[in-house]
């Protein structure tokens, strides 16, 4: 059984829950999902997905329910983390916002909502290594990654810009990757890595 937290102070918290199921059950895995609103519960968890929403109201909600910690401590044992959208903004180094108090889980920068208000959203074709087809990734007011630390690894690119990266066992996106049926994101940020761990 692999328990599974989805942080849910905000943001597409059902959706995500589904997409992990859905990559769990093909890979053969039971998934035990725990919607995480306060602190208790990550300590439990093998891996952990902090979706969208809004970048400064998710940190603020984390540090005050001491959620926060609780992810670096996550991060530090190895486990692996699915950070979309703002929850890629809260993971950075640097949001350049000083309303956001950063997790510091990606050696990035990040301009929030730099792709454009809501009514700029679109859907692109991906090439993500790893993936032998196209990922139908989902742009919402994404951020735009636009300085990237040695140590992390870029997995894809939108129009020569950094739109997924993976440090450690952290995977953050710019897109939304849990509005969609394809689960082959979840499959590579968390199972890809459960099974590696198992291995070894």
Same mark, same amino acid.
């Given at each position: 059984?692999?328990?599974?937290?989805?942080?849910?102070? *905000?943001?597409? =918290?059902?959706?995500?829950? @589904?997409?992990?199921?859905?990559?769990?059950? @093909?890979?053969?895995?039971?998934?035990? =999902?725990?919607?995480?609103? *306060?602190?208790?519960? #990550? +300590?439990?968890?093998?891996?952990?997905?902090?979706?969208?929403?809004?970048?400064?109201? $998710?940190?603020?909600?984390?540090?005050?329910?001491?959620?926060?910690?609780? $992810?670096?401590?996550?991060?530090?044992?190895?486990?692996? =983390?699915?950070?979309?959208?703002?929850?890629?903004?809260?993971?950075?180094?640097?949001?350049?916002? &000083?309303?956001?108090?950063?997790?510091?889980? #990606?050696?990035?920068?990040?301009?929030?909502?730099?792709?454009?208000? *809501?009514? &700029?959203? !679109?859907?692109?074709?991906?090439?993500?290594?790893?993936?032998? &087809?196209?990922?139908?990734?989902?742009? $919402?007011?994404? +951020?735009? #990654?636009?300085?990237?630390?040695?140590?992390?690894?870029?997995?894809?690119?939108?129009?020569?810009?950094?739109?997924?990266?993976? *440090?450690?066992?952290?995977?953050?996106?710019? !897109?939304?990757?849990?509005?969609?049926?394809?689960?082959?994101?979840? &499959?590579?940020?968390? !199972?890809?890595?459960?099974?590696?761990?198992?291995?070894?």
């Amino acid at each position: 059984m692999i328990h599974a937290g989805v942080v849910a102070v *905000q943001g597409d =918290v059902s959706e995500h829950a @589904a997409a992990i199921r859905r990559a769990a059950d @093909a890979h053969g895995e039971n998934v035990d =999902v725990v919607e995480i609103r *306060q602190s208790g519960h #990550i +300590p439990d968890c093998d891996v952990l997905l902090i979706p969208g929403g809004e970048s400064t109201a $998710i940190s603020r909600l984390l540090r005050r329910e001491g959620i926060d910690e609780e $992810i670096r401590d996550h991060v530090a044992a190895g486990k692996p =983390v699915l950070a979309t959208c703002a929850g890629l903004i809260v993971s950075s180094r640097d949001a350049k916002d &000083d309303r956001v108090e950063t997790l510091d889980l #990606i050696d990035v920068s990040v301009d929030r909502n730099a792709f454009g208000r *809501q009514v &700029d959203s !679109f859907e692109a074709p991906l090439d993500i290594a790893g993936m032998d &087809d196209p990922f139908p990734a989902v742009f $919402i007011r994404a +951020p735009l #990654i636009d300085d990237v630390d040695d140590g992390v690894e870029v997995l894809a690119e939108w129009d020569g810009t950094p739109v997924a990266v993976r *440090q450690g066992p952290v995977v953050g996106t710019s !897109f939304h990757p849990e509005l969609t049926a394809d689960s082959r994101l979840h &499959d590579l940020a968390f !199972f890809d890595h459960v099974e590696a761990e198992a291995a070894d």
